[in-house]
């Protein structure tokens, strides 16, 4: 299976804890996003990402909350000193994106953070 | 700022055709409509788009009304495996804009 790759599907951590969340995109994909999803609601935009460049950030991330992708590969989430609030399901998605056309995304099955 | 409404839920009998509406008025010329669906614990998976023709390919079709204003997605023959929420997006053509997420169509199969 080569789709988009989140780890660990689960984490649990207390409160004031830092926690990091990887995705591996499909290859070749050279765009990377980051959502954010709590119950009932739809994914909510973070970041994303145009190779290692990072392009746009809303305003949901807070300066606890750091994305990177050092080689234009894989991409990292970390989210310092995690408050109760935090808990959702963060979501990666990454694309092929033509020169004319938005291209599908293609998401991940997520890492579901618990705060405790 | 809402760009689609869509029914909070649906049901539709397995073996029938589930047709799922979405309103999207302010819908402008560069403006595709997108299609997504989020089966319980997984990411969200991308289904159909069309600009203004009627698409089809081999998850559902899409009917999209002649002056954009709605469309409909179809899944011709409805299982339990589509139970799912259905989200329907609006989005530029230019490419570098992000998905933005409403709260979708909760779809119940019913066998």
């Known amino acids: 299976d080569t789709g988009v790759s989140q780890n660990p599907r689960h984490k649990i951590t207390k409160r004031g804890q830092n926690v990091t969340f990887r995705c591996d995109p499909i290859?070749?994909?050279?765009?990377l996003y980051w959502y954010r999803q709590t119950l009932g609601q739809g994914p909510e935009f973070l970041t994303y990402?145009?190779?290692?460049?990072?392009?746009?950030k809303s305003r949901l991330l807070s300066d606890r909350f750091s994305a990177e992708r050092p080689k234009g590969s894989f991409s990292t989430l970390e989210i310092q000193r995690t408050e109760q609030g935090d808990s959702a399901m963060y979501l990666c998605?990454?694309?092929?994106?033509?020169?004319?056309?938005?291209?599908?995304?293609?998401f991940g099955n997520g890492t579901r953070l618990t705060v405790t | 700022d809402a760009k689609t409404t869509q029914p909070t839920s649906m049901d539709c009998a397995e073996g029938r055709a589930a047709n799922l509406p979405c309103n999207h008025s302010?819908?402008?010329?560069?403006?595709?409509v997108y299609w997504y669906r989020q089966i319980h614990s997984q990411g969200p998976q991308y289904i159909i788009h069309?600009?203004?023709n009627n698409e089809t390919n081999e998850m559902a079709s899409l009917i999209i009304t002649e002056d954009r204003k709605s469309s409909t997605l179809i899944l011709p023959h409805a299982t339990l495996r589509d139970t799912a929420v259905y989200y329907c997006?609006?989005?530029?053509?230019?490419?570098?804009?992000?998905?933005?997420f409403g709260t979708g169509t909760r779809l119940t199969i019913i066998p």
């Open positions: 998605a990454s694309s092929l994106p033509g020169k004319k056309l938005v291209s599908p995304l293609h």
């Open positions: 290859s070749e994909h050279n765009r």
């Open positions: 990402f145009q190779n290692e460049a990072q392009l746009e």
């Open positions: 302010t819908i402008s010329g560069n403006e595709y």
């Open positions: 069309g600009l203004k």
């Open positions: 997006i609006v989005i530029s053509n230019f490419g570098n804009e992000k998905l933005t």
